[in-house]
């Protein structure tokens, strides 16, 4: 395989792989904690799930930016050139960082939510919101790896 | 609309209508009580009060232990809606009436339901006593040795015991040392083998079999063979397990049939110690009581109407609320814009001062959600399953304003999905533009109705300005503001939007507006000196664009949500289509994929959506006019935890 097509490969892997790390750190975190509150109180499921599920979306992001790459390559006609494939390799990196350590960061966050669940479920809606600020830097990384790979031209 | 103009109520009335008055006043729930001074409370009043309530409490403690062991024994099973929503039994008012009849019944119910309980719990101890007796037995099942034969003969010792592993070691020492015995094995138990050791008298034996590992051991049974008390065991084990069975039906029906009473009961009570609360707030004389608090402007009439049917002496008295006074706040606005009050309660109510922003994010709420949702399908779901439970399920003022914002919500993500052509991600006519093949569109669109909305909330500051007689205040800062910041945008976007040859006129009008901000921060100071000193705030004022721009940039999230939402529903259809073609059963699995990966996708989607459309309203648009810390109206009234009136789902 040419050098260039490796770069590719690095950089879906790079968004794919360390935001999805990420996500699943921090849907780890404020699972085991939803966990400990359903175990009191089975009602409160429904509230905590959502709580659990913030901090995935970034893993999300990631893939869609994997999917994004993989699909520009299969479209190329011919081998692609070293600094083409480095191209897209930085452009994995701002969602593959970003999302990264925002999901473990919200994950610590909506595990703080469902204490807001646990203590005053009226409140619940506000956890969320707190959960969802951490959110804004990994949906910033995402337009601009979204935008690098988009200028990107073969 | 918007803010609910309050009036000042004041009643008095003979005391012993006291309770008479409250009540209605509770049935009424219209009138807000204000608690009284701190030196206005008379010691008897207060002593008398802590007494009724003692006496409420004991009562909600007592029902609430019986619903507590109802849920233990027959628990509730609510749906994914009811458990953000809570659990309610519906019942209608004659049934709430029947059941409020029965009060001897419930204290008898009471007494049977602890009955029930307590004895289950001891026979719960019981049959764990007998498991543990039966498990320390269980070894010694087979040893057909009745109990007084243990002792042994003068010359034969008897001795029962276990060693771990086998009995090798045990028999050669023995032997070595000559001493007849003889063993009997009655089988392993966890790596111990137990046994009856039959030996002849002798000083060193038992010494020598307790090197070997042997552990003498005394099974406690008053007389017989083990094996019979064993059984005896066994079958008193399945006499408590048959009485428990018994009991716990019992409790299962008992809760079946007579939870609607309990749940009826204890709401009974709770409202009642919400009255005797209520009742420590008021003005008490020799003869006559004063209750002072707030009512809404528009319900005067009726509650002046309500209270004269009483037909009780009263004097009633409304006034307008004077200057500086605090008053409580309750939000209406016009059906459309009702269901953005849930998003703004759920901030913070706001300041008597302020406007009620409900009207004014309702448009930007809907169009925010309807591009960060971004498709027709997925709005027309979530409209749909909304309308549903609006209809199907039992739900409160603030639940069923919550279903009608998703429904509204859902229906931006119509407009919008039908604009840009994406039904569930799939494109099956011409769009205004594709969200997937035009993202630079989409982020223009995102950051064009932020500076629109952020612009709005500027003029609406603007106008609250106005609205409280200071014009100049409205103009200085607000709208040399907005010409300043327009001047900044023409400044640099001039050449795109073909006005090139002005760009030089944008830059001085620009500047111009820049000075008139900060000779609008001088102004008013007194004093050559503090006039300087106000020039550097002045400056501040201007870098305040950066974060203004900045607030702006945040409403690229909806750009950021609708991709991603649209390139994850495209992948989905990728799949579907892939394995359509597949023969056999290939057109199945295409249908699981396209379900469970739309409902994923969508479930993020609709999640990721209302957080950040909240979040554009909260941070970015309430920063430009809106602070809250009002105190929400909470007037005395019927607040049912347990049940649902069906009446009210009408009101």
């Excluded at chain 2, 090798?168 to 089988?187: N, S, T, V």
């Excluded at chain 2, 707030?281 to 809404?296: C, I, S």
């Excluded at chain 2, 494109?427 to 064009?448: E, H, K, M, R, W």
Aim: aromatic share 10%; glycine share 10%; proline share 4%.
């Amino acid at each position: 395989m040419e050098l260039g097509a490796l770069y590719v490969y690095l950089g879906v892997t790079i968004a794919v792989l360390f935001s999805g790390f990420g996500s699943a750190y921090g849907v780890g975190t404020a699972g085991k904690v939803s966990a400990g509150v359903v175990t009191e109180d089975p009602k409160k499921f429904g509230q905590t799930l959502i709580l659990t599920a913030l901090p995935g979306t970034q893993g999300i992001y990631g893939f869609v930016i994997g999917m994004l790459m993989v699909f520009k390559l299969t479209a190329a006609a011919g081998p692609i050139p070293i600094e083409t494939g480095l191209q897209f390799l930085v452009a994995g990196v701002p969602i593959g960082l970003v999302g990264c350590l925002s999901a473990i960061l919200q994950g610590k966050v909506a595990a703080a939510g469902v204490g807001i669940v646990a203590k005053r479920p009226e409140e619940a809606s506000k956890g969320i919101v707190y959960a969802g600020l951490v959110e804004t830097y990994a949906i910033l990384a995402f337009i601009i790896s979204f935008f690098l790979l988009n200028a990107i031209t073969i | 609309m918007a803010i609910v103009p309050m009036k000042h109520v004041e009643l008095y009335g003979l005391i012993r209508h006291k309770s008479s008055f409250l009540s209605e006043l509770q049935r009424l729930g219209l009138v807000e009580i204000s608690p009284m001074a701190p030196e206005e409370v008379t010691p008897e009043h207060s002593a008398d009060l802590n007494h009724r309530l003692t006496e409420i409490d004991e009562r909600l403690a007592e029902i609430s232990r019986v619903l507590a062991i109802f849920e233990r024994f027959a628990p509730q099973k609510p749906n994914l809606v009811e458990q953000f929503a809570g659990m309610k039994t519906v019942i209608t008012w004659e049934e709430q009436q029947n059941y409020l009849a029965e009060k001897e019944k419930v204290e008898e119910l009471c007494r049977a339901v602890f009955h029930h309980e307590e004895e289950y719990s001891s026979l719960e101890q019981t049959r764990g006593q007998l498991e543990r007796e039966i498990t320390e037995l269980l070894p010694w099942k087979e040893l057909d040795l009745p109990r007084q034969a243990w002792k042994g003969s003068p010359k034969i010792q008897i001795l029962l015991g276990s060693v771990e592993g086998n009995l090798d070691a045990l028999r050669e020492a023995l032997a070595e040392e000559k001493i007849p015995f003889c063993a009997y094995e009655l089988g392993a138990f966890e790596q111990r083998t137990y046994l009856v050791l039959f030996l002849l008298r002798a000083d060193k034996a038992e010494e020598i079999i307790r090197n070997k590992g042997f552990m003498p051991f005394m099974p406690e049974i008053p007389e017989g063979t083990v094996g019979a008390y064993l059984n005896s065991l066994i079958e008193r084990k399945g006499e408590v397990e048959e009485r428990l069975g018994t009991l716990k039906q019992k409790i299962e029906v008992l809760a079946e049939q007579q939870r609607p009473l309990f749940q009826t009961f204890y709401d009974y009570w709770y409202n009642l110690k919400l009255q005797v609360e209520a009742d420590r707030r008021l003005l008490l004389g020799k003869d006559v009581f004063a209750l002072a608090g707030w009512v809404e402007a528009e319900q005067a009439k009726r509650v002046e109407q309500v209270l004269s049917t009483l037909g009780y002496p009263y004097y009633l008295r409304f006034r307008d609320p004077e200057a500086g006074e605090e008053i409580p706040i309750a939000l209406k606005n016009s059906k459309l814009a009702r269901p953005f009050e849930a998003l703004v309660e759920a901030f913070n109510y706001p300041h008597q001062d302020e406007v009620d922003p409900s009207a004014a994010i309702g448009p930007f709420f809907f169009l925010c959600y309807g591009m960060a949702l971004g498709d027709a399908g997925y709005g027309l779901v979530l409209a749909l399953i909304c309308t549903i439970l609006l209809h199907k399920m039992t739900m409160r003022p603030r639940g069923k304003k919550m279903a009608r914002l998703m429904i509204l919500s859902g229906l931006g993500a119509v407009l919008v999905g039908l604009l840009t052509s994406s039904i569930f991600a799939f494109a099956p006519y011409q769009g205004i533009f594709s969200v997937t093949d035009n993202p630079q569109l989409l982020l223009i669109i995102s950051l064009g109705l932020g500076l629109f909305q952020l612009y709005v909330g500027t003029i609406i500051s603007a106008w609250i300005s106005i609205r409280q007689g200071k014009w100049a205040d409205a103009i200085w800062e607000k709208g040399f503001w907005l010409l300043f910041l327009t001047g900044l945008l023409l400044s640099v976007g001039a050449p795109t939007l073909g006005l090139g040859a002005y760009t030089l006129h944008f830059r001085y009008g620009t500047v111009i507006t820049a000075a008139l901000l900060v000779l609008g921060n001088v102004r008013g100071k007194k004093g050559i000196f503090a006039r300087i000193m106000a020039i550097p705030g002045g400056l501040l004022n201007i870098y305040n664009s950066v974060g203004f721009f900045s607030d702006v940039l945040s409403y690229s999230r909806l750009m950021a949500l609708g991709l991603s939402g649209a390139v994850m529903g495209s992948i989905i259809n990728l799949f579907v289509e892939m394995t359509w073609g597949l023969p056999g059963i290939g057109w199945l699995f295409s249908i699981i994929i396209f379900l469970f990966g739309h409902a994923l996708n969508m479930g993020l989607n609709v999640l990721g959506a209302y957080v950040h459309s909240s979040r554009l309203q909260y941070l970015e648009f309430f920063g430009t006019f809106f602070g809250g810390g009002g105190r929400p109206f909470s007037p005395l009234k019927i607040e049912n935890i347990n049940i649902f009136l069906k009446r009210e789902r009408e009101v």
